[in-house]
């Protein structure tokens, strides 16, 4: 079922708008990406977000209570990412 991103739990306005300018539309295609990806586009349109976009696009995929969910794989994912994207650059 897609949904706008608004309607998905966790997610604002601004955060929806963000997401939508880095070509994610929808609840399906936020869905389908990881939230990491999700939101290292944010942060390359030159957005400067918290790592609570973070959190709440991943508490939005899972549909899990922010209690829920591994906040330590997520940091760590994202550190992960962050150096990688150092080599390629």
Same mark, same amino acid.
Do not use: C
């Given at each position: 079922?897609?949904?706008?991103?608004?309607?998905?739990?966790?997610?604002?306005?601004? /955060? $929806?708008? %963000?997401?939508?300018? #880095?070509?994610?539309?929808?609840? *399906?295609?936020?869905?389908? !990406?990881? #939230?990491?990806?999700?939101?290292?586009?944010?942060? #390359?349109?030159?957005?400067?977000? /918290?790592?609570?976009?973070?959190? $709440?696009?991943? %508490?939005?995929?899972?549909?899990?209570? %922010? *209690?829920?969910?591994?906040?330590?794989?997520?940091?760590? !994912?994202?550190?992960? #990412?962050?150096? $990688?994207?150092?080599?390629?650059?």
């Amino acid at each position: 079922m897609t949904e706008k991103l608004e309607d998905m739990k966790n997610l604002g306005p601004v /955060s $929806a708008t %963000w997401l939508r300018e #880095a070509g994610i539309a929808t609840s *399906t295609a936020l869905r389908q !990406s990881d #939230a990491v990806q999700a939101f290292l586009a944010v942060r #390359a349109l030159g957005h400067r977000p /918290s790592v609570n976009l973070l959190y $709440a696009i991943e %508490w939005a995929v899972v549909d899990e209570h %922010w *209690t829920r969910v591994d906040k330590g794989r997520l940091l760590l !994912s994202l550190d992960l #990412a962050e150096q $990688a994207h150092a080599m390629i650059d």
